[in-house]
């Protein structure tokens, strides 16, 4: 790498710091007043506003390469040329070529800021973060494994092995301990329906655990009182696109062997892979942006037609992982699709300049 090509590289990863530090201020400011909504909900106070923001950053940041990453390389090639800089450069010789190849230098280093934010820094961050809202505002606290979903209600373990697609539960484990941490009763249900502040359990096989022994009974329902409800499951259970990929690889292949619907979980693995060369063709259209049409306007114009592509790929992708979802598209072709059709629109304009 030559000096010119170090320069421009400093030159667009310091730029793109600074804006993804400026709409990282701005969605947090924004999470913030939305998360006041939630205040004094059960013991929610601003100490854990603060930490659950804190820890939702990885997340903000994975979220935002991509447009901070064009508005970046934008704002560092549009000050390079706004200062005649690029004008020098290409007059000593340099070639548009060469001047990409620093920008793709640039890529690689956001790839691998993505896939060390997506897949190290955002999974136990964001689980911490929904754990410590969850704890706050209901007193549970809940967690994902390969063989179903664990929360702890006061003294009561619950297991649920299914959350269906309507609210209920199927195939659930409670364990209840008494003060000196001593497994007492376990109740186990075939399913349970909430309604009225309760669950109602259905082929409930309860036995109770004393020094006389083991007491088991059967009923065909019963009424199961916690403070997990429905409207809490999406507190306290993490999205897929939160997991990392190692762990979709696995829950998806434990759906498969289990028959169940794998179309979300396959997205979203496809999503995480296209995520860094979705970074990589944000920065690469920004040269068109500099040599292309818009060469000649001032650097607020480049700007802007900057942020309107960035918010324009934000948006396509996001529709079309649900359009693709709805209709059945390839899980591969749903999430790398958005990113396929701005790389030939970068290439077009690429071709155009030369």
Known sequence: MTILQRYIAKTILASTLLVLLVLL???T???FITELDDFGKGSYQLADIFWYIALSMPK???ELLPIAALLGSVLGLGSLASQSELVVMRAAGISVQQICKAVMIVAGCLMMVAVFTGEVLRPPA???AREIQSMAQTGTVGSRSDNGFWTRDG???NHIKQILPDGRFSGISIYEFDPQNRLRIVTTA????????SWTLSDVVQSTIDEEGVRVRSVEFARWKSQLNPGMVNIVVVPPEFLPVW????YINYLKRNHQAVEQYQIAFWMKVMMPLSSAVMVFLAVPFVFGPLRSSPIGGRILAGTLVG???HLFNQSFQHIGLVFGVIPWLTASFPTIVFAVIGLYFMRRIQ
């Open 25 to 27: 201020g701005l969605y």
């Open 29 to 31: 400011f924004m999470d």
């Open 126 to 128: 964001e689980q911490k």
């Open 311 to 313: 918010i324009g790929f």
């Open 190 to 197: 075939k399913e349970a329906e909430y309604d009225d502040d």
């Open 247 to 250: 762990s979709l690889v696995s």
């Open 60 to 62: 903000r940041i994975y």
């Open 155 to 157: 003294n009561h373990f």
